[in-house]
Nanobody, 128 residues
Framework: QVSLMESGGGSVQTGGSLRLSCEAS????????MAWIRQVPGKEREGVAG???????FYTDSVKGRFTISKDGAKNTLYLQMNNLNPEDTAMYYC??????????????????????WGQGTQVTVSS
């Protein structure tokens, strides 16, 4: 049974850092396109970062240079290192997975309904 479990969210001040983790069970990341997607209540989901089976990474413009997506195959864990956080980064962050080589061209722009596997989310709150 496939499952994803996020952790690492919390509350920080502007300029602070957090590292989100997403541990998988039931499958190996090597065969999956993985992504971090965030959502604010009342707004649509936003693709934040993605990583494909070859290790290529993708980011939305607002986080380029601040966020880094990575994965550890040995631990079967996906990470999102978030630096220089600002209040606009406040959201529930989800990891998502799709079994395919490479990632869809819409991994950042969405829609993201094509991801069959999602975690339960971890809240990130950035105060000014």
């Amino acid at each position: 049974q496939v499952s994803l479990m996020e952790s690492g969210g919390g509350s920080v001040q502007t300029g602070g850092s957090l590292r989100l983790s997403c541990e998988a069970s039931g499958f190996t990341y090597d065969d999956y396109c993985m992504a971090w997607i965030r959502q604010v209540p009342g707004k649509e989901r936003e693709g934040v970062a993605g990583i494909d089976t070859d290790g290529n990474t993708f980011y939305t413009d607002s986080v380029k240079g601040r966020f880094t997506i990575s994965k550890d195959g040995a631990k079967n864990t996906l990470y999102l290192q978030m630096n220089n956080l600002n209040p606009e980064d406040t959201a529930m962050y989800y990891c998502a997975a799709e079994w395919r080589r490479g990632c869809r061209s819409t991994i950042i722009t969405g829609p993201h309904d094509f991801f069959p596997y999602w975690g339960q989310g971890t809240q990130v709150t950035v105060s000014s």
